[in-house]
């Protein structure tokens, strides 16, 4: 029996992961134990609940692995001063002590972190460091229900990759092509999302949600494009970029761009943090989101050409851009596309004990099933029983009702969703990856015309512009979707099918943001975005059952199988983990109802319960 665990950390988004014999039996982000958001630091708290949760102790394992190597990182880091120099001397002299304090001596810091969570025989500990992007196309292809596949990895930079094809076969995987730094999609992407007025590295998300709010037949959004491709970046015929460096300081600066170079190209300065959004910035958004999309179906073309197979395998950071997953999927260049649910850095930790298991330790993959992957439906972090919830529910005074039937708990929660309610949902195992996928949920009714702004406005405390995700019956999917595969784990746009939409006016893209958000676009207005997209979260019995009964019971009583789903948290928050953090947010925000296992509680039946000041916590914006 052969047993790993996986660490990514020291960049952000640290977390855990455990395999037994291959299955995996626990992954878990320390964000989400922490309650701070992309955290960087030592998953002390994942790797606990990891070991606890398989049972093992750090003297049991066989190999702890760590998702990246940071001397070849070390090695970019010299090589790329040296390149620009003397530019950058600021940024060298800031970095190389950090550098030499934490990242030179990491097995020393993986020692001492693995110390303070219990005593280990230190001589018989292996430590492993797979690459950066191995570890993500491990990730992908190791959980993917393939055979054999072409798999492509895209984020911003490993050690010196920022894009790979890799070819996976059995229990091997083999690198054909790579991209260096410092030409990289994934900042590109970055580089936008900073100069449109969102933070790097988490708010790409946001950029995504904006793009559709640009006008497609406007001039300037023809002529940005232009520009991006005339000055910015240059995009060739398999998929690898040039990134002109005239625009960028993310090499050797203390910023993602030259904004003084970016102002004189486009005409305007980069918006501020929180700054407001004109109809230009949503253009710009467009311009990025269409350059990067041709970049990513030019990389799959190439990575079919080059390997032959009928299936795909995608993870990094970029395979997250679910818009760019959605047009990849319509061009048809696969047969198959499986893209890594935890595809950021997180899944890093998922992929280096992969990487060891198949191809370290030399073990042969179980015979893969043709409709099922590996990663459980991402429900693999922890649970909690009814008592651990009524002790959290009786430290804060709490009033709860416990429903014994869940059969009856549906028929109440449908109902309240069916009336406009908005509902916590947090059952069973926390998910792995950003999306909250059914388990530690935001529920509301997507037919209701007010539920995506009050969803933004009163529950998540974020920008109004952002769009919801619908969770669907697969069985269901079709009738509300152009989508003819399963999306489990939220990672593909589909068009909301034509006769369920209302028809816009002729004027309908020159009218202002706002105007053209709360426009009535379709019978599923909450979940229907501004050019009748929506992110799709198809729900399945085998892998969900609790929320495919909640769906349905919706269903039988409004004849609708479909939801909002946004993750249960607030902006700035991570995800929340425990029945405390639920109650805590629940009390934070309008939502009219939380649901913890069976327990069903009403918010204006909760003490001090008008009072939302008392629970507010300050959270660093995202």
Known sequence: MVKILGISAFYHDSAAVILIDGEIVAAAQEERFTRKKHTEDFPANAIKYCLEESGCSIDDLDAVVFYDKPLLKFERLLETYYAFAPKGLRQFIISIPVWLKEKMFLKKMLHEGLADIEKYDKKKLKLLFPEHHLSHAAS????????????????????????????????????????????????????????LGFKVNSGEYKLMGLAPYGNPEAEDTHH?????????????????????????????????????????????????????????????????????????????????????????????????NCVANGKLLKEGIFENIFIQPAAGDAGGALGAAQAAYYMFFDQQRNKVSPNADAMKGTYLGPAFSDKEIEISFKKHKAN????????????????????????????????????????????????????????????????????????????????????????????????????RRNTLPENYNDLDLWEKLYYERSDVQSITHLDFSARVQTVHQETNPRYWQLINTFKEKTGYGIIVNTSFNVRGEPVVCTPEDAYKCFMRTEMDYLVVNNFLLAKTEQPDWENREKWMVKFNLD
């Open 140 to 195: 992908a292809f190791y959980s993917s229900p393939f055979e054999e596949a072409a798999i492509l990895t895209i984020d911003g930079v490993g050690e010196w990759a920022t894009a790979t094809i890799c070819h996976g076969k059995g229990n091997k995987i083999t690198l054909l092509k790579e991209m260096r730094f410092p030409h990289s999609v994934g900042l590109l992407y970055s580089a936008f999302t900073y100069y």
């Open 400 to 499: 709860y009702n416990k429903i014994e039937s869940f059969g009856d708990l549906c028929t109440a929660v449908a109902d309240l969703l069916d009336k406009g309610n908005v509902v916590g949902w947090f059952q069973g195992r926390m998910e792995f990856g950003p999306r909250a996928l059914g388990n530690r949920s935001i529920l509301g009714d997507a037919r209701n015309k007010e539920m995506q702004k009050k969803l933004n406005l009163k529950i998540k405390y974020r920008e109004g512009f952002r769009p919801f995700a619908p969770s669907v019956l697969i069985e269901n999917s079709k009738e509300f979707f152009d989508l003819q595969v399963a999306s489990p784990y939220m990672l593909l746009i589909a068009d909301v099918n034509k006769e």
């Open 224 to 320: 940005y494009i232009k520009l991006i491709k005339d000055n910015i970046v240059s995009i060739k015929d398999d998929g690898s970029i040039w990134l002109n460096q005239k625009y960028f300081n993310y090499a050797t600066g203390l910023k993602m761009i030259n904004e003084a170079q970016w102002e004189k190209l486009f005409g305007f300065p980069a918006v501020k943090p929180d700054g407001n959004i004109e109809q230009k910035h949503c253009n710009v958004a467009y311009a990025i989101q269409k350059v990067t999309e041709e970049i990513v179906i030019k990389m799959a073309k190439e990575a079919k050409r080059i390997t032959g197979t009928d299936s795909l395998c995608m993870a990094g950071g970029v395979a997250l």
